[in-house]
Antibody
Framework: EVQLLESGGGLVQPGGSLRLSCAAS????????MTWVRQAPGKGLEWVST?????????YYRDSVTGRFTISRDNSKNTLYLQMNSLRAEDTAIYYC???????????WGQGTLVTVSS | EIVLTQSPDFQSVTPKEKVTITCRAS??????LHWYQQKPDQSPKLLIK???QSFSGVPSRFSGSGSGTDFTLTINSLEAEDAATYYC?????????FGQGTKVEIK
């Protein structure tokens, strides 16, 4: 069974940093693109970032996080990361990791981790 | 950026009724359109991929159609467990985008 388990969320002050992790199991992690999607409280889904699979390291970001967020992966640990710097109040959201993003659907999704940016 | 516009935003439906949700793309995306269901306090789950392909384990009452710019998700004979918010998502051109969501409530 494919499973994705996020961790690392929490309360952080504006301007602070957090690193999210997503532990993957049940599939050949290195072969697949991986993606972060976020959902602000009571709002819809918003794509954040994708990293390529197949051993590649191409990365893609939405404009509002470019230069502040960095997506990466450790294929030896089957883990996806999102380093988030210079956090803003508008980054407050549940962050989901999802398998896919290389031009197809996202499936499955993890349970999400809540990031709250507030003083 | 491709904008996906869903309609309606909200629908209140009685059990066994048919539900139709539309998703319109701001430019053509072929069949690179996927549908998700999100129940309260849960993560989204894939329902339909590539506009009309059923996904494993999804009840047959869910179906999708369309191509180009206009797409439809249909729920035949709605059940109480289908109360959720439904999202479309395009994977044709970066940045990947989602529709704003359609909330389906059971009367």
């Amino acid at each position: 069974e494919v499973q994705l388990l996020e961790s690392g969320g929490g309360l952080v002050q504006p301007g602070g940093s957090l690193r999210l992790s997503c532990a993957a199991s049940g599939f050949t992690f290195i072969n697949y693109a991986m993606t972060w999607v976020r959902q602000a409280p009571g709002k819809g889904l918003e794509w954040v970032s994708t990293i390529s699979g197949g051993g590649g390291t191409s990365t893609y970001y939405r404009d509002s996080v470019t230069g502040r967020f960095t997506i990466s992966r450790d294929n030896s640990k089957n883990t996806l990361y999102l380093q988030m710097n210079s956090l803003r109040a508008e980054d407050t959201a549940i962050y989901y990791c999802a398998k896919g993003g290389g031009g197809g659907p996202f499936d499955p999704w993890g349970q999400g981790t809540l990031v709250t940016v507030s003083s | 950026e491709i904008v996906l516009t869903q309609s309606p935003d909200f629908q209140s439906v009685t059990p066994k009724e048919k539900v139709t949700i539309t998703c319109r793309a701001s430019q053509t995306i072929g069949s690179s359109l996927h549908w998700y269901q999100q129940k309260p306090d849960q993560s989204p789950k894939l329902l339909i991929k590539y506009a009309s392909q059923s996904f494993s384990g999804v009840p047959s009452r869910f179906s999708g159609s369309g191509s180009g710019t206009d797409f439809t998700l249909t729920i035949n004979s709605l059940e109480a467990e289908d109360a959720a918010t439904y999202y479309c998502h395009q994977s044709s051109i970066l940045p990947w985008t989602f529709g704003q969501g359609t909330k389906v409530e059971i009367k």
